[in-house]
């Protein structure tokens, strides 16, 4: 048993509009040697996260607002340096929710131990094998009751979520699958590497009218990341019956006051479509069948991944702005020391 | 056989915003004599909607739009007055969709004979014991999966379509039903004779405000007449899990212009919450379920409903502009000769 120094990153002050590195602090602390039933972990991959930012504010939105002076918590996986419990030995890999820090340790029941999977890296735990790909599932599962032969939509389709939804909807039988995404390069990997039939830039012009040109005969499921004028464009684009699965709406996450709503909303009447919203923290009944489709497909080798690392703790904040930016392609993550 | 007068109403021209009298034109026109599989139907009453003025718009909406120089279309209840159809004989009382006019023919398969209930107007085959119930019985139960112990929310809850919801969403197992309309008289009839157990009239303030007051303890279905607002209210009134059934936005149908959806659409992820919209076209399959349980609460005594005439098939735009005003209690109806 010994003490051992922790890097951690703290919430400063709450961001009005663009969050900036001066809402953030690192702060370096010695932790105590180990309680009964503690372990300590080192971090291997720390993630960063869209709905972050939500939780950045005050008053209600998915959880509690982090506290200011506080680690910012979230998904990350690392391997147990010591431990004072049974049930969570030195040297397994575990999954857990303490954050943004190199090393960290609480009650091991707060940890996950989670199999090594042979080839398999670990940084995948936090995304296409982990929450990210979850998210996915339950979203064109459970949510949008995804049916075979339809057409899907999904924004942000280069983010973490959004290739996992595209690669998610051909193996649950959609029959055309079209995204959308802030660069040429990053529309060029979607119909390339992730098999999207189509996809745009919303950059190039009007989201409707793009999404007209890539869906001439209507969507049926709308995967939402974006919000904005990419739930507008869905809702003109629908056909009857049609279902959007609303994940997040990372064009509105910044916005220093109210943004208005679709002003298409009248089309939920008279096509008689569904919105639903979701957190994936409702739907974690859905993993265990998630995890044995989604380890078949990984086997077989049909998941494409891409994953964008900043290397240190110390680059979390830095990792963070950029994932807001969209300055990464596929899932942005901290590669811990 | 006979050739016979009838009265009709025409579109004369697309209103925009706010229809006037002008934009309809009264016709008088000799019917022809029946041909064979023909019937010729005297109008008892005729059904003004707010759903009809969407339709009096160009452009997709619930189904195509109204045809300019012809009759208005919508639902009837009349008497046969001559037959050259078997099934439909002299006498018989149909339920149809020819809508604004006094008397009417066409072949026998547009017109569906009803049973004569002992003791029950004519009229409530038009709206609570008929399409009017069932856009209610429809909503809650099918689109908004209302379940015993929760609280319901149902604006425009004076109009016909409202003031079921209320006392259905109460049969159905509500544990606490709360009504908005737009008078305070509307408001004594809400929480007295349809036993809702908060009602607000939407003129006295922040509808987010007075719908906070009247349902402090938050509201798990919502049942959206109105739009605008109240559907922003309901936003954030909803529990986590909350459901929207959406059935029309009168508050938006005579804007000239785009109108802006809710600026808190955040909370549909955050709160998991459920919008749906429908049109009653695509769920007549539950008519029967409804019409049996509708039956045996009526015939309990525990169904009220209120009924605004207006005499005379030339009444039929002043009933249907006054409709759109509000000026109506319960279902306006137009009385034909």
């Given at each position: 048993?010994?003490?051992?120094?922790?890097?951690?990153?703290?919430?400063?002050?709450?961001?009005?509009?663009?969050?900036?590195?001066?809402?953030?602090?690192?702060?370096?602390?010695?932790?105590?040697?180990?309680?009964?039933?503690?372990?300590?972990?080192?971090?291997?991959?720390?993630?960063?996260?869209?709905?972050?930012?939500?939780?950045?504010?005050?008053?209600?939105?998915?959880?509690?607002?982090?506290?200011?002076?506080?680690?910012?918590?979230?998904?990350?996986?690392?391997?147990?340096?010591?431990?004072?419990?049974?049930?969570?030995?030195?040297?397994?890999?575990?999954?857990?929710?303490?954050?943004?820090?190199?090393?960290?340790?609480?009650?091991?029941?707060?940890?996950?131990?989670?199999?090594?999977?042979?080839?398999?890296?670990?940084?995948?735990?936090?995304?296409?094998?982990?929450?990210?790909?979850?998210?996915?599932?339950?979203?064109?599962?459970?949510?949008?009751?995804?049916?075979?032969?339809?057409?899907?939509?999904?924004?942000?389709?280069?983010?973490?979520?959004?290739s996992?939804?595209?690669?998610?909807?051909?193996?649950?039988?959609?029959?055309?699958?079209?995204?959308?995404?802030?660069?040429?390069?990053?529309?060029?990997l979607?119909?390339?590497k992730?098999?999207?039939?189509?996809?745009?830039?919303?950059?190039?012009?009007?989201?409707?009218?793009?999404?007209?040109?890539?869906?001439?005969?209507?969507?049926?499921?709308?995967?939402?990341?974006?919000?904005?004028?990419?739930?507008?464009?869905?809702?003109?684009?629908?056909?009857?019956?049609?279902?959007?699965?609303?994940?997040?709406?990372?064009?509105?996450?910044?916005?220093?006051?109210?943004?208005?709503?679709?002003?298409?909303?009248?089309?939920?009447?008279?096509?008689?479509?569904?919105?639903?919203?979701?957190?994936?923290?409702?739907?974690?009944?859905?993993?265990?069948?998630?995890?044995?489709?989604?380890?078949?497909?990984?086997?077989?080798?049909?998941?494409a991944y891409d994953e964008t690392?900043?290397?240190?703790?110390?680059?979390?904040?830095?990792?963070?702005?950029?994932?807001?930016?969209?300055?990464?392609v596929g899932k942005?993550?901290?590669?811990?020391?």
């Amino acid at each position: 048993m010994s003490t051992a120094a922790s890097t951690q990153i703290h919430l400063a002050s709450r961001p009005e509009g663009w969050p900036t590195p001066e809402n953030f602090r690192t702060v370096r602390v010695t932790l105590p040697e180990l309680a009964p039933g503690q372990v300590r972990v080192a971090n291997a991959f720390v993630s960063v996260d869209p709905y972050m930012r939500g939780r950045m504010n005050e008053g209600r939105s998915y959880v509690a607002p982090y506290a200011l002076g506080a680690t910012i918590t979230g998904g990350a996986v690392g391997r147990v340096l010591e431990s004072a419990a049974d049930a969570v030995p030195v040297g397994a890999v575990v999954l857990h929710q303490h954050g943004w820090s190199n090393v960290v340790q609480d009650d091991a029941a707060t940890f996950q131990v989670i199999p090594e999977l042979p080839g398999v890296p670990l940084s995948l735990r936090l995304h296409i094998l982990g929450m990210t790909g979850l998210t996915a599932y339950v979203g064109l599962t459970r949510i949008a009751s995804l049916q075979p032969g339809e057409t899907v939509f999904v924004s942000g389709a280069a983010g973490a979520v959004g290739s996992a939804v595209g690669q998610l909807a051909r193996l649950l039988g959609a029959s055309r699958v079209i995204g959308s995404a802030g660069s040429a390069a990053k529309v060029a990997l979607l119909t390339g590497k992730y098999g999207f039939d189509e996809a745009f830039n919303y950059h190039d012009g009007d989201v409707s009218e793009l999404l007209t040109q890539a869906a001439p005969d209507g969507i049926d499921v709308y995967f939402d990341n974006v919000g904005g004028d990419h739930l507008t464009a869905a809702l003109d684009a629908f056909n009857d019956g049609g279902r959007a699965a609303l994940c997040g709406a990372i064009s509105t996450y910044n916005a220093e006051g109210p943004v208005p709503g679709p002003d298409n909303m009248s089309n939920i009447v008279t096509r008689g479509l569904t919105l639903r919203g979701f957190t994936l923290g409702n739907h974690l009944d859905l993993a265990g069948e998630f995890q044995q489709r989604m380890a078949g497909w990984f086997a077989e080798g049909r998941i494409a991944y891409d994953e964008t690392i900043v290397d240190g703790i110390e680059g979390t904040v830095e990792a963070f702005l950029a994932m807001m930016r969209g300055a990464n392609v596929g899932k942005m993550l901290v590669r811990v020391g």
